[in-house]
C-alpha cells in the first residue's frame, strides 16, 4: 500500500480500512507538508497566549466544571498530564487492534488539520505508535459521546507520555516498555495538548466508519442468501421486475431488485408464472424493499462518518489569520457526537431489521408447513429420527431478538455530568458498540440462512435433476459452501458448519466469488 498523507481533510473510509485491518503491510501514514505548517503555527498561538497571560478555557483553566479555575503558567504542563492520567478511568474488555488502529489514525488526523494546538513532536508521536504498531490497550467501556471519548481517549494518551499500557507485536507491556521496544520516547505535553489528545469524538467515529463498512458487506450477503433461499424456496423473481420499482423509485429499492435479478438470471430452480401459486411470502417478494430500505441507513452512515473523519472535534479550537497573525481561542461543541450517535443507531435498526428478515426466511425453509411442502420438514430426511436444521432457526431466532433490545436507541438517552455543566450528552460510544454487536449477530443469522438455503437446494436438485443450474450468481455461492460444508445426510455436530460459513461472511469470499461472475451493480 502507498503511504498515506494526511491532512485533516481528505481521509476516507476505505483508508481506515486499511490502516486498520492491513498489518502487517499496513500503509504507513505521515503528515502532508502544508500540515507540518498549519500544525506548528498553531502551537506557537498556543505559546503566545500563555506568554501574554490569555485566559483560555483548558490551556490556562481547568476543565469542565473547573472552567473558572485559573492556573498559573508555571503548571500548565502539569495540567495537561493531569488530564491525561484522571480521565484514564475506562473499564471493561480492551477495543481489538483494528479498532484501536482506527482510533490512532483517525485523532492523528483531526489533529492534523491544524486547529487544535499540539506540537508538530507530539503529533509525529501518535503516528509512530501506528506506524511502528505501538497500540494502547484501551478499554471500551466509559464514553458519553459528549465532551468527545474522553476515558478511552485518555487510555490512548496515557501510552505517549510513558503511562498505561500498549500491546505491541502480541503482547501487553507497560506504555514505558512498549515505546522503548519500538525506539520511542515519552513525549511531555506541552499546553493544549492533554485537552487535544482527549476531547473529541474518535472512538465514535472509529466504530462507526468500521461498522459501516461492515454493514454494506453483510447487506451484499444479505441479497446473495436471499436469493439462495428463494431459489431452494422454488420461489418467483417476478417480483423484481423492473416496471414494478420504477413506479416507488427510491433509487436503492430499484438498484436492489435489479441485483436481484442479476444474481438470479439463468436460475432453473426459481418459479415462472403459475396461476396456482401466483406470489411469494413477503420475506422473498418484499426482499428489494427491505434490504433497498436497509442501504438507505448504510449510505446515511457513511455520509455522516466521512465528514467526520474530516472534522476538527476537540476545544477550544484555535484560529489564526495568516493575515494578520491575529489569534482567536473559540469554544464550541464540536465533540459532541449526537450526528454520530443518531447515525449509529439509525443503522443499528436498520441491521437487525435485516437479521429479523432473514430469520424469517430460516423458518420457511425449515417449515414444511410455511414451504408448502417443497422442502421436508427441518431439512432431513428422516425427520422424527433426525431433528435436521431444527434448531438452527432457534439460534438465528435467539440473536434476531437480542438486536431487537439492542437496537433500542442509545442516543435518545442522556445523563449529565461535570457537575451540571456537561447537561446533554449523546451516548454514541455505546451506540456504535451496540452497532458492533448487530452485525456480529446478523453475520451469524446470514451464515445460518446460507447454510440452510445450500440444504435446501440440494433437496430441490433430487427433483429437478442433478445438472440444474442455479443462478448465475448464486451457483458459484452454493459451490463454495459445498467447498467447506457437506450436505447433511444425518444428525450431526452442527455449530463448527455454521462457523465454517460465517468466515466465508467474514472474510468476505461470498461477495467477491459473486463479483467474480456477476457485475458489480450493488450501489448505495
Request: hydrophobic share 45%.
Amino acid at each position: 500500500m502507498q503511504t498515506i498523507f494526511l491532512d485533516g481533510a481528505s481521509l476516507t473510509i476505505e483508508q481506515v480500512m486499511a490502516v486498520a485491518h492491513g498489518e502487517p503491510g499496513a500503509p504507513a501514514v505521515r503528515l502532508s507538508e502544508a500540515t507540518v505548517q498549519r500544525v506548528t503555527r498553531a502551537a506557537q498561538a498556543v505559546q503566545q497566549l500563555i506568554d501574554a497571560g490569555v485566559v483560555a478555557y483548558g490551556i490556562t483553566t481547568g476543565f469542565g466544571a473547573f472552567k473558572d479555575r485559573v492556573i498559573p503558567a508555571t503548571d500548565v504542563t502539569q495540567l495537561q498530564r493531569n488530564i491525561v492520567m484522571s480521565h484514564a478511568v475506562g473499564v471493561g474488555d480492551p477495543f481489538d487492534r483494528a479498532t484501536t488502529r482506527a482510533i490512532l489514525l483517525i485523532r492523528a488526523n483531526t489533529l492534523a488539520r491544524g486547529h487544535s494546538g499540539v506540537r508538530l513532536a507530539t503529533l509525529e508521536l501518535l503516528l509512530e505508535l501506528l506506524n511502528r504498531g505501538v497500540h494502547p490497550v484501551i478499554p471500551q467501556k466509559g464514553s458519553l459521546g459528549a465532551s468527545g471519548d474522553l476515558a478511552p481517549l485518555a487510555h490512548m494518551a496515557l501510552v505517549m507520555i510513558g503511562l498505561g499500557e500498549a500491546e505491541v507485536d502480541g503482547n501487553v507491556l507497560s506504555g514505558a516498555d512498549a515505546l522503548a521496544t519500538k525506539g520511542l520516547a515519552p513525549v511531555t505535553l506541552a499546553a493544549k495538548e492533554g485537552l487535544a489528545l482527549t476531547n473529541g469524538t474518535s472512538v465514535m467515529t472509529a466504530l462507526g466508519a468500521l461498522e459501516s463498512w461492515r454493514a454494506r458487506a453483510l447487506s451484499r450477503v444479505a441479497d446473495i442468501a436471499g436469493c439462495l433461499s428463494l431459489e431452494a424456496l422454488h420461489g418467483t423473481d417476478m417480483a423484481f421486475d423492473p416496471r414494478i420499482h420504477a413506479l416507488r423509485p427510491f433509487p436503492r429499492q430499484v438498484n436492489c431488485a435489479a441485483y436481484l435479478c442479476e444474481l438470479l438470471a439463468g436460475s432453473e430452480f426459481t418459479r415462472h408464472a403459475d396461476p396456482t401459486n401466483v406470489q411469494d411470502a413477503y420475506t422473498l417478494r418484499c426482499i428489494p424493499q427491505v434490504h433497498g430500505a436497509v442501504r438507505d441507513a448504510i449510505a446515511y452512515a457513511r455520509w455522516v462518518m466521512e465528514i467526520e473523519l474530516n472534522s476538527v472535534t476537540d476545544n477550544p479550537l484555535i484560529f489564526v489569520d495568516e493575515e494578520s497573525d491575529a489569534i482567536d481561542v473559540l469554544s464550541g461543541g464540536n465533540f459532541h457526537g449526537e450526528p454520530l450517535a443518531i447515525a449509529m443507531d439509525y443503522l443499528g435498526i436498520a441491521m437487525a431489521e435485516l437479521g429479523n428478515i432473514a430469520e424469517r426466511r430460516i423458518m420457511r425453509l425449515t417449515d414444511e408447513a410455511s414451504n408448502a411442502h417443497v422442502l421436508p420438514a427441518f431439512l432431513t430426511q428422516r425427520g422424527g429420527l433426525n431433528s435436521g436444521f431444527m434448531i438452527t432457526q432457534y439460534t438465528a431466532a435467539a440473536l434476531a431478538t437480542e438486536n431487537k433490545v439492542l437496537a433500542h436507541p442509545a442516543s435518545v438517552d442522556t445523563i449529565p455530568t461535570s457537575a451540571n455543566v456537561e447537561d446533554h450528552v449523546s451516548m454514541g460510544a455505546t451506540a456504535g458498540l451496540k452497532l458492533r454487536q448487530i452485525n456480529d449477530n446478523v453475520e451469524r443469522i446470514l451464515a445460518i440462512e446460507l447454510l440452510a438455503a445450500a440444504q435446501g437446494i440440494d433437496f430441490r436438485r433430487q427433483k429437478l435433476g442433478a445438472d440444474a443450474k442455479l443462478g448465475q450468481g448464486t451457483r458459484h455461492v452454493y459451490a463454495l459452501i459445498r467447498q467447506r460444508v457437506p450436505f447433511i445426510e444425518e444428525d450431526c455436530v452442527l455449530y463448527p458448519h455454521i462457523e465454517q460459513v460465517r468466515q466465508l461472511v467474514a472474510n468476505g469470499a461470498i461477495v467477491s466469488e459473486v463479483n467474480r461472475h456477476v457485475a458489480d451493480t450493488w450501489r448505495l
